[in-house]
């Protein structure tokens, strides 16, 4: 594997992990929370960002393979989608 591919690859797992680590004190009940406090608007909540970003992990690995890479603009967690407060579709 291409020296720079792989520190690609190295970051972006490194950073996953990471993210797993932020939310694995989180109660299920609280995944969907949204705080929103002064805001305008609530802000997304965990199980919405989790599933967003992973969203985005085949295109990722598609770039650095020089693989195909699938549009995700229509996927349920794209750009398009707003967090929902239904647990179960997370």
């Excluded at 190295?10 to 929103?36: C, R, T, W």
């Excluded at 985005?56 to 699938?70: F, T, V």
Aim: aromatic share 8%; charged share 15%; glycine share 8%.
């Amino acid at each position: 594997m291409d020296p720079l591919v792989k520190g690609l690859w190295h970051g972006f797992e490194k950073n996953h992990g990471y993210l797993l680590s932020l939310v694995a004190d989180i109660e299920d009940s609280q995944m969907v929370a949204q705080p929103s406090g002064s805001l305008p608007k609530p802000l997304n909540h965990a199980a919405w960002v989790l599933c967003h970003l992973n969203t985005y992990r085949p295109i990722i690995a598609g770039l650095i393979s020089n693989g195909e890479i699938a549009d995700p603009i229509d996927n349920p967690y794209g750009m398009k989608s707003s967090p929902q407060s239904d647990r179960s579709i997370y």
